[in-house]
Nanobody, 119 residues
């Protein structure tokens, strides 16, 4: 059974930082592209960052480029998300996902964790 278990969310002031992880089990981790999505209240789920199988290629949404960093450790079957210079508009439920390509085709999803950025 595939499981993607995310570390806890968090409450932080604007300008602050958070780092989260997502540990995978039940799948050949290094065979999957990993992504972080988010969904804010009343908005569609959006892809914010993705990393290819080796960790050498990444994608970032324009809204987070230069502030978020995605990385992975295939030996630990874990993907990470470093968020810096957080803004109130980054408030959302964040999900990790495993899939076939950077931009689409995500098959497995984590449970989601709440990140709240206060002013």
């Amino acid at each position: 059974q595939v499981q993607l278990v995310e570390s806890g969310g968090g409450l932080v002031q604007a300008g602050g930082s958070l780092r989260h992880s997502c540990a995978a089990s039940g799948l050949a981790f290094s065979n999957y592209v990993m992504g972080w999505f988010r969904q804010a209240p009343g908005k569609a789920r959006e892809l914010v960052a993705a990393v290819n199988r080796s960790g050498g290629g990444t994608y970032y949404a324009d809204s987070v480029k230069g502030r978020f960093t995605i990385s992975r450790d295939n030996a630990k079957k874990t993907v990470y998300r470093q968020m810096n210079s957080l803004r109130p508009e980054d408030t959302a439920v964040y999900y990790c996902a495993a899939g076939g390509t950077l931009l689409r085709g995500y098959d497995f999803w984590g449970q989601g964790t709440q990140v709240t950025v206060s002013t």
